[in-house]
Every structure is written in C-alpha cells, then in structure tokens.
T-cell receptor, first 114, second 116 residues
Framework: KQEVTQIPAALSVPEGENLVLNCSFT??????LQWFRQDPGKGLTSLLL?????REQTSGRLNASLDKSSGRSTLYIAASQPGDSATYLC?????????????FGSGTRLLVRP | DVKVTQSSRYLVKRTGEKVFLECVQD?????MFWYRQDPGLGLRLIYF???????EKGDIPEGYSVSREKKERFSLILESASTNQTSMYLC??????FGSGANVLTFGAGSRLTVL
C-alpha cells in the first residue's frame, strides 16, 4: 500500500532563507506527483505537478524535483517570504490505478519569520 | 478561474442527524471528489465521481454516501452523523480522463463540521 510521508511536520525559518521541503513515498510506481499549498482554514492550491517521466518542474521561486527510484521528491523555495507561510502537501497518483485518486502526505507547516 | 464552492464553511450538528454537504463547480469538470482532512492523517478520499450519477468509493466511504444528479453538483451525505465524523471536508474537481489533466485538482475552501 502506497504511503506518503512528509518530514518535518513543521518548519520555521527567517525571511530570505532558501529552504527544502521533503516528500517520500513507498511505491515507486507512480504516475505523477503534485505539490499543494494550503493556507489556514482554506482549501488546497496546486503549485507544481511532475509527471513520472520528468525530473523537475519550476514555477517562479519554486522548484520541485522527483527521484522515483529513491521514492523522494523535494520542493525548493528560494528567498523565502512571510507570504510563503502555509502548509505544503505532496500527493502521488499511482500508475496502475485507473481512478483519479491522489494519496496525500500529512503536510509540512512552514512559518517564514519577518 | 475555476471555482469550486462549498455551501457551508462551518456546521455544528448533533449525533444522529442527517447532514448534507454541497459542492458546486462552474467549469464543466467531469470529475469531482470528497476528501476529509484530519490532523496528522492528511487528506483521505471518501468518494469520487467521474460522471453524472456515477460514483466510486474512496478509502474511507463508511458512514457516507454521495449524490451527483447534475454535472456541476456533488453532494456528500452523512446519514447519521457521529462524533468521529467531526472533520474538515474538502471538495475538489478536475477535468479529463485517465492520462490527461485529471490530476489538476481545484479545491473548494472546505467545510468544517463539528458533531456534538
């Protein structure tokens, strides 16, 4: 059974620091992996989606990488800002699952201090 | 932009009550989903639907049912609410079929349900 883990559960950094969030999954047979952002009391916003054939995706100050063989993905945030404070979740979709189900990690709660 | 609207942001119900959570999307998406989110457990899929009147069980369907009579609306029903159903409920939608954009989910703002 696929399990998705995000460590640490919480992270606090000073403004301007570059940081990396981690996501690991137990079954490398994934179709794609997606990173989401969730602000307190709100729904999720999709940030980046990496197909299984890709190694990384970039959007502005965000860069997500994927290493299927090791079952890991990282989300790199450059020059962090207080507005980046949120919970970040990763989710995987299995290759052989014909449904549209995503399996989520429990998230990393990020606080960027001014 | 795609908009997914959940009609109730906060609800307080009593044990045994029947609860309806409504979700409407305005971009003609084929797929709609109901998740619940609990601290330390992440998001867990309750039910999803890939077409009108079609539904599939997710990981935790027990105690829930769904209805999709129109393409834009997906309802989650708690037939007899229990305290362990206190949670944040998130609705999402996406377009396409397997192999296309089906994973680009758009989420609603969530409905926080408390069952006393």
């Amino acid at each position: 059974k696929q399990e998705v883990t995000q460590i640490p559960a919480a992270l606090s950094v000073p403004e301007g620091e570059n940081l990396v969030l981690n996501c690991s999954f137990t079954d490398s047979a994934i179709y794609n992996l997606q990173w989401f952002r969730q602000d307190p009391g709100k729904g999720l916003t999709s940030l980046l989606l990496i197909q299984s054939s890709q190694r990384e995706q970039t959007s502005g100050r965000l860069n997500a990488s994927l290493d299927k063989s090791s079952g890991r993905s990282t989300l790199y945030i450059a020059a962090s800002q207080p507005g980046d404070s949120a919970t970040y979740l990763c989710a995987v979709r299995l290759s052989m699952d014909s449904s549209y189900k995503l399996i989520f990690g429990s998230g990393t709660r990020l606080l960027v201090r001014p | 932009d795609v908009k997914v609207t959940q009609s109730s942001r906060y609800l307080v119900k009593r044990t045994g009550e029947k609860v309806f959570l409504e979700c409407v999307q305005d971009m003609d998406h084929e797929n709609m989903f109901w998740y619940r989110q609990d601290p330390g457990l992440g998001l867990r899929l309750i039910y999803f639907s890939y077409d009108v009147k079609m539904k599939e069980k997710g990981d935790i369907p027990e105690g829930y049912s769904v209805s999709r009579e129109k393409k834009e609306r997906f309802s989650l029903i708690l037939e007899s609410a229990s305290t362990n159903q206190t949670s944040m409920y998130l609705c999402a939608s996406s377009w396409g079929t397997f192999g296309s954009g089906a994973n680009v989910l758009t989420f609603g703002a969530g409905s926080r349900l408390t069952v006393l």
